[in-house]
DNA sequence: TCCGCCATTGAATAATTGCTCAAACGAGAG
DNA sequence: CTCTCGTTTGAGCAATTATTCAATGGCGGA
């Protein structure tokens, strides 16, 4: 039963050898039974095992026409700085499928680079599936800071813990923020974003070159209710006062406006956008999220997205 | 026939967007083919022309991704029939680690075959330590030969004793070789070479469907000299005739040519490679032996190599 | 306009891969 | 030592993918 983590090492090694002949080197499972001794099947799973485990990483070199004209076409109208838009399945509901992937390549993309760079990251199941597909990295000539707080109404400090993750994976110096998303009073907000470990973090993501964000809708099977940082009767209160997306805890109107309200003024999050106007690139995708993202876009909320293909034919509608 | 720019580029675009629906997105080509409505042998067409055309790229987050690698690129190099490359430990100086397990892993796997196999086995401490990591199995239908005599210049018989202490591991039937390593005189090694029971043990070894050897070089602090089979003096000549390596006592130079010597004409083992051109593998790593695999891989002393990720590297650049 | 070349197509078929299930195996409890 | 339970194994079969091949049709040249 309990499994040595020997065992369960050793296990990987082989389905990492297996995969690799099998999608680097092009063996057939056949060829690589023989090669490792073992029967077909067992090699099946092994190969098998290997994409479960997420050893194998497939990507298409190729901007498709399509996807590419939507995306010049969405920085035209929305004066986006950067746009990707991948292609849809459009057999899947997911919201996450595609953009995932491109966010961490793009993510990739700038942990590439050699200049140090300050790098925010907000919250939330998109960002979450996007650095599960980082590769392993060492860039400890960067730091990653977190947007929002990493502890849930609850009092966990698990929710979508996107942070922690992500420096892990890439080995860079990170920086959380040691706070509740949304807290009870505009005053305790305020105490504690004195504290002198909130205070550098805030002015670090303020400063950030690129900032990574989801984007939630607001509606009452958006996450922000779903997880519970906001009551059904709060939530009903914001969509009378016009709130049709959130990012990083701040609800915002259909122009993009941050929403006076008291929600808002109880969100510890960094502001959005930061001061610095680095990049803020907004990964989301999905018809729930539509509006939450033209707004966002119009509003000036962000300055870069990441989408899917039908998402930016409704956008561009 | 005259292809239009605009032709293969649409073409690779649909190429691309076949390949991630296929690759990425995990579709069969029967859904790729609906989606797009064309039919699914063109989907097929596509998915593989997304291939061709080098716009998938498929790469393995694991550190034996890098091994296999390299045993490939050897295998090219040096038209090896058989390769293994485990992974370097950096940490640490042995010129055995990984290679003993991996030595150990393949003998097992000829050994486990049904069909009777002649294996011909070296000495050394790289393969004493292989013998060590063989279980306990009961290969009555193979037979092990020694390739080399197992009596010390003392006269001791217990030098890296190989062949018995695997036959006793694989409960197979043996035939050591009651010779020293070497001998005084050409003429005596001509005299015990015509002994029944050498040459039938010779006979067999030239016969061996596989042959595993350790690679020794030949520097003060080799093994040849640290066992006393040869002295100082000696060693010092060899040097200067211009030998690197040394295969169970055969000695050879830098092209991995056996060197036309007095030494050599008092080895009393089995030659390398043996008349049956039969797999021919050694098991070595180190720095210190690097010049004496690549001689032994070049001159085709050799035909099959495990060795480790650093010496791999060495032995490519 | 007609001809012939050759790329493209889809049907048929071969090869490969993925899944299911019963049997064998092995660790651990009794 | 034996039993039990959960895991692993490989055979058989279903699904999917790759290849072959004859038919089609578009296009340039005569």
Redesign the pocket.
């Known amino acids: 039963?309990?499994?040595t983590r020997e065992d369960e090492a050793t296990r990987l090694d082989e389905a990492a050898r297996a995969g690799w002949l099998?999608y680097v080197a092009g063996?057939?499972?056949?060829?690589?039974a023989s090669k490792l001794g073992?029967?077909?099947?067992?090699a099946?799973?092994l190969?098998?095992h290997s994409v479960a485990a997420g050893l194998v990483r497939v990507r298409i070199d190729h901007p498709i026409a399509a996807c590419l004209e939507r995306a010049e076409s969405l920085k035209a109208r929305y004066g986006l700085k950067y746009c990707e838009v991948v292609p849809s399945d459009p057999a899947s509901a997911s919201t996450i499928l595609g953009v995932a992937e491109a966010c961490a390549v793009e993510m990739e993309r700038r942990l590439r680079r050699d200049e140090p760079t300050i790098l925010a990251v907000g919250t939330g199941r998109t960002l979450r599936a996007a650095v599960e597909h980082l590769p392993p990295m060492a860039c400890t000539q960067h730091r990653i800071v977190s947007l929002t707080g990493n502890i849930a109404p609850d009092g966990s400090a698990s929710v979508y813990n996107v942070i922690y993750s992500m420096a892990d994976q890439v080995k860079a110096p990170h920086y959380p923020m040691p706070l509740p998303v949304v807290v009870s009073t505009p005053r305790e907000r305020e105490l504690l974003h004195r504290q002198k470990v909130v205070e550098l973090t805030l002015q670090l993501a303020a400063k950030a070159e690129v900032t990574f964000v989801g984007v939630g809708e607001v509606s009452a099977r958006a996450p922000l209710v779903v997880d519970g940082f906001i009551t059904a009767d709060e939530r009903e209160d914001l969509d009378r006062q016009g709130a049709v997306g959130e990012i990083v805890g701040w609800v915002y109107d259909s122009a993009g406006r941050l929403i006076d309200c008291r929600f808002n003024e109880r969100v510890a999050s960094a502001p959005i956008p930061p001061t610095s106007r680095g990049d803020v690139i907004a990964a989301a995708m999905g018809p729930a999220k539509t509006p939450a993202i033209r707004a966002a876009a119009t509003g000036g909320l962000i300055n870069g997205l990441i989408t899917d293909e039908a998402t930016a034919h409704r956008l561009l509608d």
Chains 1, 2 share one sequence.
């Open positions: 039963m309990a499994k099998y063996n057939t499972q056949d060829q690589i073992i029967s077909r099947q067992a099946q799973r190969v098998s």
